[in-house]
């Protein structure tokens, strides 16, 4: 099934930098999602952006969608230690529009040094 | 997320037994899911349910059953034909149907084999 592929695998960083996360996914969506899990719990939802949105904001969150290259990002500005997480993109995954599942990547582990 | 309750954290199974995962929600929430996730990998989804008494089968359904006798409860049984079933398993609800609703997790329940 259709997946979303998230890039790099892995990021180090120090406080205070920036961390950009990429996702590309193969066919036509209608939203992607972005997540969090730290270690051992569950997943919280960050953003939802539509297939007609090209740029969301949340905070230090930022969230751009590209649907003529079928990718994503999420930038998180002046990161703290605590941004310390795997982060997940989630698409609906259909080509016909209108789906009742997502369908998540591997994920992104950040980590931020202090 | 505190309006979803995983029980039990952790959990043993001994070869040939069925196992059941509790998921026990308060949000009033129509739609809920099981995710199976390995280490270093995405969610796969196993189950899902958009209303009381109906489910659908996910990506990776065999192996594993459920029941929607209540808004409130969605439990998972990991039987004994499930003949890899070390993972971390995580419950999930969306207040409507498909996949343009942001997700609520539970903490999870991680099993393991004895």
């Known amino acids: 099934s259709q997946q979303g592929e998230e890039d790099p695998q892995a990021l180090s960083i120090q406080e205070g930098e920036n961390a950009t996360m990429n996702c590309s996914y193969k066919?036509?969506?209608?939203?992607l999602q972005w997540y969090r899990q730290n270690s051992g719990r569950g997943l919280v939802h960050l953003i939802l952006?539509?297939?007609?949105?090209r740029e969301k904001h949340s905070g230090r969150l930022r969230v751009t969608l590209d649907t003529s290259k079928k990718s994503s990002s999420l930038l998180i500005t002046a990161s703290r230690a605590a941004d310390t997480a795997s982060y997940f993109c989630?698409?609906?995954?259909?080509?016909?529009?209108?789906?009742?599942?997502?369908?998540f990547g591997k994920g992104t582990k950040l980590t931020v040094n202090p | 997320d505190g309006g979803i309750t995983q029980s039990p954290k952790y959990l043993f199974r001994k070869e040939g037994q069925n196992v059941t995962l509790s998921c026990e929600q308060n949000?009033?929430?129509?739609?809920m899911y099981w995710y199976r996730q390995d280490p270093g990998q995405g969610l796969r989804l196993i189950y899902y349910?958009?209303?009381?008494?109906d489910f659908q089968k996910g990506d990776i359904a065999e192996g594993y059953s459920v029941s929607r006798e209540k808004k409130e409860s969605f439990p998972l049984t990991v039987t004994s034909a499930q003949k890899n079933p070390t993972a971390f398993y995580l419950c999930?609800?969306?207040w409507g149907r498909g996949a343009n609703q942001p997700q609520h997790f539970g903490d999870g329940t991680r099993l393991s084999i004895l």
């Open positions: 999930a609800t969306s």
């Open positions: 066919t036509s969506i209608n939203n």
């Open positions: 952006i539509r297939s007609n949105e």
């Open positions: 989630a698409t609906d995954g259909t080509r016909e529009g209108g789906s009742e599942k997502l369908v």
């Open positions: 949000l009033n929430h129509d739609a």
């Open positions: 349910s958009q209303i009381v008494n």
